[in-house]
């Protein structure tokens, strides 16, 4: 078993649909999480980062964190074309530790 | 977000020779920087962390001798692969710390060994 899960996809949604991104794992010790966003052939951007349980708001992304259930999630409301890309989750047991990366999701936003 | 930059974007090179892969902090100074490698549709697999001043640190199955890293700077770390294979040919992606945990990263390296 990964010690994190993500479905590779691909996720093709309409323009304008809520996006619901998905990671599991398998260390309760991972105290912080990260979402990245990965345009074919660039290196991956930082979206979101949330230390411990909880959710996080920023524009049209939230991430949410369920420590409990070791399950991370990101939305994306009224999704455009533009956030067609990979999306891919991290964690890490703390700030010095390194990162544990998904697969990656690919997504697909169609006008 | 802090910048990171690398050079070359991409290169195509013949196999048995060297290449050199820059990776810049450009607006801050990072004593440590990682080395990412990721194929097609694959996730990013960590090489190794660059620490300036210092020996890089590899992970488990990487050939320090074959991915040599140099960290000549708090802005500057460089990741040669020498004597190139085919099989080396990949997307070879820096980073540098940033809050928290979090990482910055560069735009990538596409390599392709013929």
């Known amino acids: 078993q990964k010690e994190v899960e993500q479905d590779p996809g691909p996720l093709s949604v309409p323009e304008g649909a809520i996006v619901s991104l998905n990671c599991t794992y398998s260390?309760?010790?991972?105290?912080?999480f990260m979402w990245y966003r990965q345009y074919s052939r660039k290196g991956p951007e930082l979206l979101m980062y949330t230390y411990s349980s909880g959710n996080k708001e920023d524009g049209r992304f939230t991430a949410q964190v369920d420590k409990s259930s070791k399950y991370i999630s990101l939305f994306i409301r009224d999704s455009q074309p533009s956030d067609s890309a990979t999306y891919l989750c991290?964690?890490?047991?703390?700030?010095?530790?390194?990162?544990?990366f998904g697969t990656g999701t690919r997504l697909q936003v169609f006008p | 977000g802090a910048v990171v930059s690398q050079h070359p974007s991409r290169v195509i090179c013949k196999s048995g020779t060297s290449v050199k892969i820059e990776c810049r902090s450009l607006d801050f100074q990072a004593t440590t920087m990682f080395w990412y490698r990721q194929f097609p549709k694959q996730s990013l697999m960590l090489m190794a962390t660059s620490n300036e001043g210092s020996k890089a640190t590899y992970e488990q199955g990487v050939e320090k001798d074959k991915f040599l890293i140099n960290h000549a700077s708090l802005t500057l770390s460089t990741l040669t692969v020498t004597s190139a294979h085919p099989e080396d040919s990949s997307f070879y992606i820096c980073s540098a710390p940033g809050q928290g945990a979090a990482q910055y990263f560069g735009p990538g390296t596409r390599l392709l060994v013929l």
């Open positions: 991290a964690m890490s047991v703390d700030n010095t530790d390194k990162l544990i």
């Open positions: 260390n309760s010790a991972f105290q912080y």
